[in-house]
């Protein structure tokens, strides 16, 4: 276990030895992914991997955990490796950062009605975020929207987060505004 982690759980056994257990506290799971990255997320959410290059971990409710990206009414987020990133792009080009992450050439499902598509539009925000100590992740939030196949409307939007490490060539992607993953990823380690 890293000495990180180690100083955290014991700064956090001290904290629950001199206060009560908040309600929404909740035990931690390590995910180690490639780079020797290694996350720690709650032990409720369940890890699928794929392939090597694609893993889900699914937060909430979903009919279709093993679904391939794209598969709607799922609450996950994906991790992704460089086989996913060549061809995360429209047109199954390599991704770069500058597009959103879109491995189709046609309108996908909404991530959260399976009666609608998705139009995943212009970039809301750019910049970096921590992702453990020493690590920097490009990180980009893109404007999205479902809309019917009948005649175009927009149903509902949400923002598409996208943290991109190149130099390891990790790519997480999250339709859902996952509760936690952004702190998940801040405090990762780095083996």
Same mark, same amino acid.
């Given at each position: 276990?890293? *000495?990180?982690?180690?100083? #955290?759980a014991a700064v956090a056994a001290a904290t629950l030895l001199a206060a009560p257990l908040?309600?929404?506290?909740?035990? !931690?799971?390590?995910?180690?992914?490639?780079?020797?990255?290694?996350? &720690?997320?709650?032990?409720?959410?369940?890890?699928?991997?794929?392939?090597?290059?694609?893993?889900?971990?699914?937060?909430? *409710?979903?009919?279709?955990?093993?679904?391939?990206?794209?598969?709607?009414?799922?609450?996950?987020?994906?991790?992704?490796? =460089?086989?996913?990133?060549?061809?995360?792009?429209?047109?199954?080009?390599? &991704?770069?950062?500058?597009?959103?992450? &879109? =491995? !189709?050439?046609?309108?996908?499902?909404?991530?959260?009605?399976?009666?609608?598509?998705?139009?995943?539009?212009?970039?809301?925000?750019?910049?970096?975020?921590?992702?453990?100590?020493?690590?920097?992740?490009?990180?980009?939030?893109?404007? !999205?929207?479902?809309?019917?196949?009948?005649?175009?409307?927009?149903?509902?939007?949400?923002?598409?987060?996208?943290?991109?490490?190149?130099?390891?060539?990790?790519?997480?992607?999250? #339709?859902?505004n996952t509760p936690g993953l952004a702190d998940a990823l801040k405090h990762a380690d780095?083996?």
């Amino acid at each position: 276990m890293p *000495k990180r982690y180690l100083a #955290v759980a014991a700064v956090a056994a001290a904290t629950l030895l001199a206060a009560p257990l908040p309600a929404n506290a909740a035990p !931690a799971q390590p995910l180690k992914l490639r780079g020797g990255l290694t996350l &720690y997320i709650p032990i409720k959410w369940k890890v699928y991997r794929l392939s090597s290059d694609w893993i889900r971990v699914v937060t909430g *409710k979903c009919a279709k955990p093993k679904g391939g990206y794209g598969t709607p009414e799922c609450d996950s987020f994906w991790v992704l490796g =460089p086989k996913a990133i060549k061809e995360g792009n429209e047109l199954f080009q390599p &991704y770069t950062g500058k597009k959103p992450f &879109y =491995p !189709a050439t046609d309108v996908q499902l909404c991530p959260h009605n399976h009666k609608w598509g998705q139009v995943v539009g212009s970039a809301r925000a750019k910049g970096l975020r921590q992702v453990g100590p020493g690590h920097k992740a490009a990180y980009s939030e893109w404007k !999205a929207r479902c809309i019917s196949y009948s005649g175009g409307q927009t149903k509902s939007r949400y923002v598409q987060r996208e943290w991109y490490l190149p130099k390891t060539k990790i790519l997480v992607v999250d #339709v859902w505004n996952t509760p936690g993953l952004a702190d998940a990823l801040k405090h990762a380690d780095w083996n």
